[in-house]
């Protein structure tokens, strides 16, 4: 299987949080942050559109500052 690579920019509060449930899981930030996405991909379409609703919603005012 082919693999690309990504960038994302998290908050620094997100990036803390992540790298803790790593640390609990023992594993490294970057597979967590894989595992959450390939699962999140592997959801039923109508479930997937709700989670990436909920999302962009919640996080609308961060994407504002960012752009």
């Known amino acids: 299987m082919d ?3 990504l960038t994302i920019t998290l908050p620094e509060e ?3 949080k992540l790298k ?3 640390e609990q899981f023992q594993i490294a930030p970057e597979d967590l942050a894989r ?3 390939e699962e999140l ?3 039923p379409e109508q ?3 709700q ?3 909920y999302v962009l919603k919640k996080n609308k005012t961060l994407y504002k ?3």
């Open 47 to 49: 479930e997937f559109q």
């Open 35 to 37: 595992i959450g996405i």
């Open 14 to 16: 997100r990036l803390e």
């Open 65 to 67: 500052r960012l752009a």
């Open 51 to 53: 989670a990436v609703h």
């Open 41 to 43: 991909l592997a959801r």
């Open 20 to 22: 803790t449930l790593a």
């Open 3 to 5: 693999m690309a690579n």
